[in-house]
Structures are given as structure tokens and as C-alpha cells.
């Protein structure tokens, strides 16, 4: 996803309108996100009432002052419109945290053609591979609201670092981010081949097992008043 807008510029929607045209910046604000890219025109009814809805869902997944963790989420704004001056006006209704490429940059066009929009407003999501995700997220982002999030990300299996030490995150298999869930729900297949191994010794349990039966036992005795010989650890 991230080569998708390397060697292009982003402009931040800031009062300053920063460019992000560094490899290095394109890199530190797009990598492991999911990405939206929002497809609009001032000169839409349907993309002035959407707008209010993804301003409110943007800024409750990225704004400090509503989480404590920002969300690993990226928004581009694409615009469709026929002049400079509506973009403009677009984009002072939008949330100041979001992306977008400038109305003189070709690459508007070809993103377009790109993922094929013939309509708008369109919000495409992307894994961080690249992948769509959605094709079009408008309803479920009315429909939902910020909660559609969490189904985009264990979709993407996207990796929250927040959440994690350095340490963790470093000695993290990257196949996966469910594994840690799947282990603890399913017996895993070393949990399995383990069980046969002892069966084949003839044995029905692992010392593990035995010996919290034995544990076990010795606490009942002690309830029953059982006062035998103590056992030597």
C-alpha cells in the first residue's frame, strides 16, 4: 500500500498545506495503517451529508483528545472536482489530521481510473498490502460508525505496537496477529503430537498432568485431615 504513493507527493491539511514527498515521510505515515481513500466533490449532495459522518468517524479513531491510542489508520482525500477552488472548499470542512493530493497532480486521475470510481462519495479501504479491503465503505461507516474499525483490522490482521513492549513486537511471528488467540482457543498441533508421544511410552498423561493430580490429592488430604508425612520438594 505504501508503494502506492511512493515518488508522489501528500499534503498534509493543515493550515500550512506541508508536503510529504520524501520516501522516508510517505514510508512513516502510511506503513502498517490501513488506508482509506476518500473519493468526493464539493459540488455532491450526497458528499456534503457524508462529510459530517466521516469527520466524526475519523477523529474518534485518531484524535488524542477522544483516544487514548490513535488508531493505525491513514485517510487520502482524492478529489473529483472541477476546479481548484471547490477542492478548497472541500477540504476546509475536513478533519485537519487527513491527507490529500493536490488538484494539479495528475495522479487524482489515475487513482480514479485506478480503482475504477464512478461514483462518489467512495471510500475505498486498503490493507496494508495493498489489498482492498472495501470497495466502497460508505454504508458500513453510516451504518456503524467507528466500530466497522475493529472488523477492517482483524480482517487486515493489522498489528497494534501500542499494545505491545519493544521487546514482544521484535519476537513477533508476522504471519499472524490472531495466533496468541488461535493458540489459547485450539489445542495446537505440538500440544497434539506430545499427547501421542506419551501415549506411545505408555503413558496416558504428561508429568505436567500427573504431577497436578498429585498437588491435587495432597490438598484434599490435608482438608480431610490427612496429617501423613509431608512431602520433600
Avoid at 186 to 204: I, L, S
Amino acid at each position: 500500500m505504501v508503494d502506492l504513493f511512493l515518488d508522489r507527493v501528500l499534503v498534509k491539511n493543515n493550515w500550512d498545506q506541508d508536503q510529504l514527498n520524501t520516501e522516508r515521510e510517505i514510508i512513516g505515515i502510511l506503513e502498517n495503517r490501513i488506508l482509506m481513500l476518500f473519493f468526493a466533490s464539493a459540488e455532491c449532495e450526497k458528499c456534503q451529508d457524508f462529510l459530517p459522518v466521516l469527520n466524526d468517524f475519523f477523529k474518534k479513531l485518531k484524535d488524542p483528545a477522544y483516544i487514548e491510542y490513535p488508531k493505525l489508520l491513514a485517510l487520502i482525500y482524492v478529489s473529483v472536482d472541477q476546479s481548484g477552488e471547490q477542492q478548497e472548499r472541500f477540504l476546509k470542512e475536513l478533519n485537519k489530521r487527513i491527507l490529500f493530493v493536490a488538484f494539479e497532480d495528475p495522479y487524482r486521475k489515475e487513482l480514479q481510473a485506478m480503482f475504477q470510481v464512478s461514483d462518489v462519495p467512495t471510500v475505498i479501504v486498503l490493507r496494508p498490502d495493498g489489498s482492498i479491503l472495501s470497495p466502497n465503505a460508505v454504508h458500513d461507516i453510516c451504518r456503524y460508525g467507528s466500530d466497522c474499525f475493529q472488523d477492517w483490522q482483524e480482517s487486515a490482521e493489522l498489528i497494534e505496537r501500542t499494545f505491545m513492549f519493544n521487546e514482544e513486537y521484535d519476537n513477533l511471528n508476522p504471519r499472524s496477529a490472531t495466533e496468541p488467540v488461535r493458540r489459547l482457543k485450539y489445542k495446537t498441533e505440538d500440544d497434539k503430537r506430545k499427547k501421542r508421544w506419551w501415549k506411545f511410552w505408555g503413558k496416558d498423561k504428561d508429568p505436567y498432568e500427573e504431577e497436578a493430580e498429585r498437588d491435587g490429592d495432597w490438598d484434599s488430604k490435608r482438608k480431610d485431615g490427612d496429617h501423613g508425612l509431608w512431602r520433600i520438594r
